[in-house]
């Protein structure tokens, strides 16, 4: 959520429970001295056709009001963006969000510790490949119990037999990943 006050007088209201919802508020709270027309663009994530391409999209609102108010749904889904070097790696995303596996914490060391570079340097363990189709993620990874979390089915993994918990990057801290 923020508000934008422009120079000439307009101030306008966002309101979003962005990562946790899909909506988007727009609402004019003070007019300015000169016309303004706002358009917004869709975010290529939320522009996604069933195949997975995106096109930019945008739309035209038209001149404000002192009483215009918009609401906008940005949907959220699951797709994969593969690495640029051709490796087969790839990111699960939900909408912008990148999601990380959460791999645990086995021959980990003290959660506290003063660098970071003691989590990076630290032995890993083997993981299992994906070997599910990954031009469709929604078929191997369904929502977990908690907001924004993800589980995949175990027979996704070359194992047949691990399931990973996914959740946004950002809120992937002291555990493998």
Known sequence: PSTVTTKDGWKLRIDTKFPYGESVGVRVLSAGASPLRLKVRTPAWAAAGADGSTTTEYRDYGLLSAETAVQLELPLSLHVRRAQDRSGNFSVLY?????????????????????????????????????????????????????????????????????????????THHVRY
């Not at 989590?119 to 908690?146: C, F, L």
């Open 95 to 171: 909408g912008p969000l990148v999601l990380a596996a959460d791999l645990g914490t086995a021959k980990m060391p003290a959660d506290i510790v003063d660098d970071q570079l003691v989590y990076m340097n630290s032995p890993a363990a083997p993981v299992p490949k994906i070997t599910a189709d990954v031009n469709h993620p929604a078929q191997w990874v369904r929502a977990g119990e908690a907001p924004l979390t993800f589980v995949t089915d175990a027979r996704a993994a070359q194992d047949a037999k691990t399931s990973f918990t996914l959740r946004p990057f950002f809120a």
